[in-house]
């Protein structure tokens, strides 16, 4: 009797992950998608926008007043509603060392503010901020990969007062 409930176990087992489509599932690190436009924003809402082209090479992690926003991937956006009041914003290089590589910048975000801010690395490795127009922003959005999905954002902007 153990030996046919192993046997059936094994059997079932087998049929359950052959069974669909017959194909692995894929996880996907980009999307196509804009960010919010101006109207789309609340009351009392911002919006900051991170890309990075191709010049940095690791995942960029980042925090918006110590909350985890996500990991920005080599050629992509990441984008997030915050609420309209002053903010700091991190990026940081984790490292298998102690120390790590990060840049701050504080930013009093206004209501129906969109920030775009470039990512590069300056020459001790660091990563730096560059404040971007909006329309040079959106042109340079549309030659990336898409907006990273890969992480989930822990920035709180509900009830913005």
């Known amino acids: ?26 996880w996907q690190n980009y999307k196509t998608a804009q960010p919010l436009s101006h109207e789309q924003l609340k009351e009392n809402q911002a919006q900051v926008v991170f890309y990075q082209h191709d010049d940095i090479h690791k995942p960029v992690h980042l ?13 992509s956006y990441s984008s997030t509603v915050v609420c309209a009041q002053p903010a700091n914003i991190t990026a ?5 060392v102690f120390n790590t590589h990060s840049s701050s910048i504080s930013h009093p975000f206004q209501t129906g503010e969109t920030l775009y801010l470039k990512l590069s690395t300056n020459k001790q490795g660091e990563p730096v901020f560059e404040k971007i127009a909006e329309q040079d922003a959106k042109n340079v959005l549309t030659l990336l990969k898409g907006k990273a ?9 509900r009830n913005c007062k």
């Open 1 to 26: 009797m153990k030996k046919f409930i192993c046997i059936f176990s094994a059997v079932s087992l087998l049929v359950g992950c052959s069974a669909g489509s017959n194909s692995l599932e894929k």
């Open 149 to 157: 999905t890969h992480t989930i954002s822990r920035v709180v902007s």
């Open 92 to 96: 940081t290089f984790h490292q298998n």
């Open 63 to 75: 925090y918006i007043n110590g909350q985890y926003q996500g990991s920005l991937l080599k050629s």
